[in-house]
C-alpha cells in the first residue's frame, strides 16, 4: 500500500513523512477515528514507506524488495494483531495467525479499507464476539523479542485495539512502554473512547476525520477571511457532493440500514404485532453485530433528528432519501423522549454485546419506542 493509494488525509500524511524525514518516528502510536477514514491503509502505508530503500519524499517506491512484500502483506517484519473467534474453520483457542491468509485476501480485495463488519462476515464468526485474546498478547511480545529478519523497522499493528480482552492488557502494557529498539506500533481504533486508559496512555494519537469533514475543514480553512455568506455557499456545495461520494449513507449497507431503520419505525408506531414479529424475526437471524451496527444505525438517526430543527440543512450528514424520511419522522422526535430513545438504544447495545435473547429484547424496544413516539414534545 502506497500513500497515493489513499483517499484525502494529506495533512496526515505530511506528517508522519515528516516523522520519518527528521528520524522522530514514534514508538507506539494510535490511528483513531471513524470507519472509512483509511486509518489501516495509512498505517501500512507508512510502514512500507519507513521500510522502503527507495523512497522519495512524497512516497514509497513500490518496486524495492522491501515494497514487493509490502504490496502483498507478506513481509516477515510487518505483523498484524486482530479481533478473533472460534469459527467453523478454528473450532479452539484462536489466535490471529490461524486467520492472517483471510485477513490478506480482504485487505487486497479491499484496498485496505477494511470495517469490523467486513471482517466478521470474511471468518464468519456468526453471533460471537472477537476479542483480542491473551494469547495474541503472549505473541506479540514473543514476535517482537526476535530481532527484525530483514527489515530496518519492525511493524507490529493492532487493529480494533478497542477488542482488547481487558484482563489480558497488562501483559502488553510494559513491551508498549519500552518497545525493543527499531519497533514500531500502530494501534488502531474507530472507537477509542472504548480503548482501556492504560493503552490510551501510552500512545501517541493521530485523530483521523472522515473524509467528508477534513475536506471541509480544508475549505473552511483556506476561507476564513470570505464574508460569512460565501463560506456557507462554499460548505454547502462541498457537503453536497460529498454527501454523494462518502455521506455515511452513500454505500449499499446504510441504504439497507435506513430502509430497514424507516420500517422499523413505522412498525412501531403502528404496533402491529405480525408486522413486528416478521421483522424481528428476520433481524434475530443476522447475527448479534449487524443487531448492533443496526441499532447504532438507529442511535444516528435519531440524532440527526433531534438536530434537525437547529442544525444547518446544508450540513446534514443525511442522503436524500433519508432527509424525506427525517423530515416526516423528525416532528416525532423532541427533547422529551430523544434522550429516552437514546438511552434505550444504549441499553439495548450493552445488552446484546452479553448476549441477551435478541428476540426478547428487540420486541420490548418495540413496544416501548411505540409509546415514546406518540409521547408529546411538552412533557
Ligand atoms: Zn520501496
Excluded at 527499531?182 to 494519537?205: N, Y
Aim: hydrophobic share 40%; net charge positive.
Amino acid at each position: 500500500m502506497r500513500f497515493s493509494f489513499i483517499h484525502g488525509q494529506e495533512t496526515i500524511r505530511r506528517r508522519l513523512i515528516q516523522t520519518v524525514k527528521e528520524s522522530r518516528i514514534s514508538h507506539a502510536q494510535l490511528f483513531y477515528g471513524p470507519e472509512g477514514s483509511g486509518k489501516l491503509a495509512m498505517a501500512i502505508a507508512y510502514a512500507q514507506y519507513i521500510n522502503c530503500s527507495g523512497r522519495t519524499g512524497e512516497d514509497s517506491c513500490g518496486q524495492c524488495p522491501s515494497c514487493l512484500k509490502y504490496e502483498k502483506l507478506i513481509h516477515p517484519d510487518l505483523h498484524f494483531i486482530l479481533p478473533v473467534a472460534v469459527t467453523k474453520k478454528v473450532t479452539k483457542n484462536p489466535v490471529t495467525r490461524e486467520f492472517l491468509p483471510e485477513w490478506r485476501e480482504l485487505l487486497i480485495s479491499r484496498g485496505c479499507y477494511v470495517s469490523l463488519n467486513d471482517w466478521y462476515e470474511k471468518i464468519n464468526i456468526e453471533n460471537k464476539q472477537a476479542i483480542i485474546n491473551a494469547d495474541d498478547c503472549n505473541e506479540i511480545i514473543r514476535t517482537l523479542n526476535y530481532k527484525a529478519y530483514e527489515a530496518e523497522y519492525k511493524v507490529m499493528i493492532i487493529w480494533m485495539v478497542e477488542k482488547l480482552y481487558h484482563a489480558a492488557a497488562p501483559k502488553i502494557l510494559k513491551i508498549l512502554e519500552e518497545p525493543p529498539d527499531k519497533t514500531l506500533f500502530i494501534l488502531i481504533s474507530a472507537s477509542h473512547d472504548q480503548i482501556i486508559s492504560t493503552i490510551l496512555s501510552r500512545t501517541q494519537p493521530v485523530k483521523f476525520f472522515k473524509a467528508g469533514d477534513a475536506a471541509v475543514r480544508e475549505v473552511l480553512r483556506s476561507r476564513v477571511s470570505s464574508p460569512e455568506e460565501e463560506l456557507n455557499a462554499v460548505v454547502r456545495q462541498v457537503d453536497g457532493n460529498l454527501n454523494l461520494a462518502y455521506g455515511w449513507s452513500s454505500d449499499q449497507q446504510e441504504t439497507d440500514l435506513f430502509e430497514k431503520f424507516a420500517q422499523w419505525m413505522r412498525l412501531c408506531y403502528q404496533q402491529k404485532a405480525a408486522g413486528l414479529s416478521e421483522f424481528i424475526e428476520a433481524l434475530t437471524v443476522q447475527g448479534r453485530e449487524r443487531q448492533k451496527n443496526f441499532l447504532q444505525y438507529a442511535l444516528r438517526f435519531i440524532r440527526e433528528c433531534l438536530m434537525l430543527p437547529y442544525g444547518d440543512p446544508a450540513l446534514s450528514r443525511l442522503s436524500r432519501a433519508e432527509n424525506d424520511f427525517a423530515r416526516n419522522f423528525a416532528p416525532f422526535i423532541h427533547p422529551a423522549n430523544g434522550v429516552l430513545f437514546a438511552d434505550e438504544l444504549n441499553r439495548a447495545m450493552f445488552h446484546i454485546e452479553r448476549n441477551a435473547n435478541p428476540s426478547l429484547l428487540f420486541m420490548d424496544l418495540s413496544l416501548t419506542f411505540g409509546k415514546l413516539l406518540k409521547m408529546k414534545p411538552g412533557r
